[in-house]
């Protein structure tokens, strides 16, 4: 995977040159995922949306999440809100706070694992279903996509998971894009112990144990897969029957985003 190196934000990479067997790959310069746009600088903005020409944002994130800390929006590109958790447009919202931590607003620090196995539940499918069919329409269209959720690694990874899936990729070329994650996350400790230690209720052990929980991991992928298999029989049988993607619509997107 190709970084983007930009001054405001991070965790942000193309999915281009993802192998996806045949000797093919995800064409760059399509797919871009990382964290939220809130922080970009005036050079952030004309990488992305000048030379790499983004031309479509997808946050993922939840309302009070979106709220607290909106994407700078730019002229000429949409950027669209299809969270997978959100009280009020979607019916849904994680609240399983992690044991030793309180709620503070809405905020919630999870155990990742049982927050990556919820993520199958039917609702917040239907909200995959609509932001990836959205993702294949753009590029489709030859606009690139940049899919994000607050720092890019859960949500934003399970999104990176889906269209790599339906791409071709092997779960170990998505599993070594899932764990590049850490490499931002690592240069981000201040900020997350920050926040955990808020959730910790000061407990400073607590805050410590919970930014290395909430580091990326390959159980986290493995229970979102179990969870699917589950509750829907197979990723094949989530693809064609949750995204509804049949096969003449998978040849044609992966006609358009491999080479």
Request: aromatic share 8%; proline share 4%; glycine share 10%.
């Amino acid at each position: 995977m190709k970084v983007i190196e930009l001054q405001g934000i991070d965790n942000v990479r193309d999915l281009g040159d993802t192998p996806v067997g045949g000797g093919r790959a995800v064409v760059p310069g399509l797919l871009f995922r990382g964290s939220a746009l809130t922080g970009i600088t005036e050079a952030d903005r004309e990488l992305l949306f000048g030379e790499l020409g983004i031309r479509c944002v997808i946050d993922v994130r939840c309302g009070w999440e979106r709220e607290a800390k909106p994407d700078v929006q730019v002229p000429g590109v949409d950027n669209l809100h299809i969270p997978f958790y959100d009280l009020e447009k979607v019916g849904i919202e994680y609240t399983e706070p992690a044991a030793g931590t309180k709620v503070i607003g809405r905020d919630v620090a999870c155990v990742p694992v049982n927050f990556y196995r919820s993520l199958a539940n039917p609702l917040t499918v239907g909200q995959m279903r609509v932001a990836a069919n959205e993702t294949f329409d753009r590029v489709l269209r030859g606009e690139p996509v940049y899919l994000h959720c607050s720092g890019g690694k859960d949500r934003a990874g399970i999104m990176a998971l889906l269209v790599l899936t339906v791409l071709g990729a092997s779960r170990e070329a998505i599993l070594e894009d899932y764990l590049f994650t850490n490499v931002a996350r690592d240069e981000n400790y201040d900020k997350m112990f920050a926040r955990f230690l808020r959730l910790a209720d000061g407990d400073e052990t607590r805050a410590d144990e919970l930014v290395v929980a909430h580091r990326a991991v390959p159980e986290n992928l493995e229970a979102f897969y179990a969870a699917v298999d589950e509750r829907y029989g197979s990723m094949d049988a989530f693809v064609r029957d949750q995204l509804w993607l049949d096969d003449a619509r998978l040849a044609e997107i992966r006609a358009c985003c491999t080479g």
